[in-house]
């Protein structure tokens, strides 16, 4: 069966840090463009950040740019999102999902894998 599985999230104040991992279980990651996704209450999801399977290139929405970085460790399957400098309008809850190549657009409904989110709060 497969399955992601995110970890990570939690509370913390604007400024902080949070790392959010990605973990898939009944397959491999490394044939998959893994994306990472937030819903906050009320709005419509949102692609945060893409990474192809090779880590050669990245995607990142200009909310999170320069703030938010996506790697993978294949040898591991998982995909990490390290996340700095947190404001209170990051505050979702964020999900990763994986979908087969070409393509590394982070559009939602281009995934076929999706996990069961984290939830990520920003608040002092």
């Known amino acids: 069966q497969l399955q992601l599985v995110e970890s990570g999230g939690g509370l913390v104040q604007p400024g902080g840090s949070l790392r959010l991992s990605c973990a898939a279980s009944?397959?491999?990651?490394?044939?998959?463009?893994i994306g990472w996704f937030r819903q906050a209450p009320g709005k419509e999801r949102e692609g945060v950040s893409c990474i192809s399977t090779s880590s050669s290139s990245t995607n990142y929405a200009d909310s999170v740019k320069d703030r938010f970085t996506i790697s993978r460790d294949n040898a591991e399957n998982t995909v990490y999102l390290q996340m700095n400098s947190l404001k209170p309008e990051d505050t979702a809850v964020y999900y990763c999902?994986?979908?087969?190549?070409?393509?590394?657009?982070?559009?939602?409904?281009?995934?076929?894998?999706w996990g069961q989110g984290t939830q990520v709060t920003v608040s002092s």
């Open positions: 999902a994986a979908k087969l190549p070409p393509g590394l657009r982070c559009l939602g409904y281009e995934y076929d894998y």
């Open positions: 009944g397959f491999t990651l490394d044939y998959y463009v």
